[in-house]
T-cell receptor, first 120, second 116 residues
Framework: NAGVTQTPKFQVLKTGQSMTLQCAQD?????MYWYRQDPGMGLRLIYY???????DKGEVPNGYNVSRLNKREFSLRLESAAPSQTSVYFC???????????????????FGNGTRLTVT | AQSVAQPEDQVNVAEGNPLTVKCTYS??????LFWYVQYPNRGLQFLLK??????LVKGSYGFEAEFNKSQTSFHLKKPSALVSDSALYFC??????????????FGKGTKLSVIP
């Protein structure tokens, strides 16, 4: 059981270049998330997808776009990389069921091992 | 708005001694609280959660956490620290009132070092 898989593990970009970070989960989770981790700032939510077909902005969405390709896959795209986007990026998923009118908040997140991105 | 504070950037403890990693939170509704651990070059791993019920929650690897509503705290504890417990620990909160979003707010993390 692989859990949450992120690719690539490391990437170096020049300012202005674009790239897509890939994430896939094999736990049949409905919800997926992209976080960035910076020293002294903890984890900050970039975008999330509550269920297949939906995406929403998190705390720090500027400069990023996402695609929920299917239930398993959730990608993060940097259209024009900037040095401020140097960070470690984590994808996560959780089992949050969505019957109409209800939401469940007590499911823990399952994280991938991260992508270390450096923008020069 | 919801927030989490971990007042200590680093905690040092001798192997075999009890350890405490502190966390305080702020939410408008009922808090759903979590602790995660991060080992070097790895993603975060879930340790334990408080949703409702007993104020003392037991989790993985011998860790437990005590929920204190009056002090809005959720401190992580372990009776006897191991060198292998050395890692970065994150506290996180969701607002369980039903009016919020899916966002889980993390603290800035506390680095735990267990000294042999």
């Amino acid at each position: 059981n692989a859990g949450v898989t992120q690719t690539p593990k490391f990437q170096v970009l020049k300012t202005g270049q674009s790239m897509t970070l890939q994430c896939a989960q094999d736990m049949n989770h409905n919800s997926m998330y992209w976080y960035r981790q910076d020293p002294g700032m903890g984890l900050r939510l970039i975008y999330y997808s509550a269920s297949e077909g939906t995406t929403d902005k998190g705390e720090v969405p500027n400069g990023y776009n996402v695609s929920r390709l299917n239930k398993r896959e959730f990608s993060l795209r940097l259209e024009s990389a900037a040095p401020s986007q140097t960070s470690v990026y984590f994808c996560a998923s959780s089992e949050v069921s969505l019957p109409p009118g209800q939401r469940f908040y007590n499911s823990p997140l399952h994280f991938g091992n991260g992508t270390r991105l450096t923008v020069t | 708005a919801q927030s989490v504070a971990q007042p200590e950037d680093q905690v040092n403890v001798a192997e075999g001694n009890p350890l405490t990693v502190k966390c305080t939170y702020s939410v408008s509704g009922n808090p759903y609280l979590f602790w995660y651990v991060q080992y070097p070059n790895r993603g975060l791993q879930f340790l334990l959660k408080y949703i409702t019920g007993d104020n003392l929650v037991k989790g993985s690897y011998g860790f437990e956490a005590e929920f204190n509503k009056s002090q809005t705290s959720f401190h992580l504890k372990k009776p006897s620290a191991l060198v292998s417990d050395s890692a970065l620990y994150f506290c996180a909160v969701r607002d369980g009132s039903g009016a919020g979003s899916y966002q889980l707010t993390f603290g800035k993390g506390t680095k735990l070092s267990v000294i042999p």
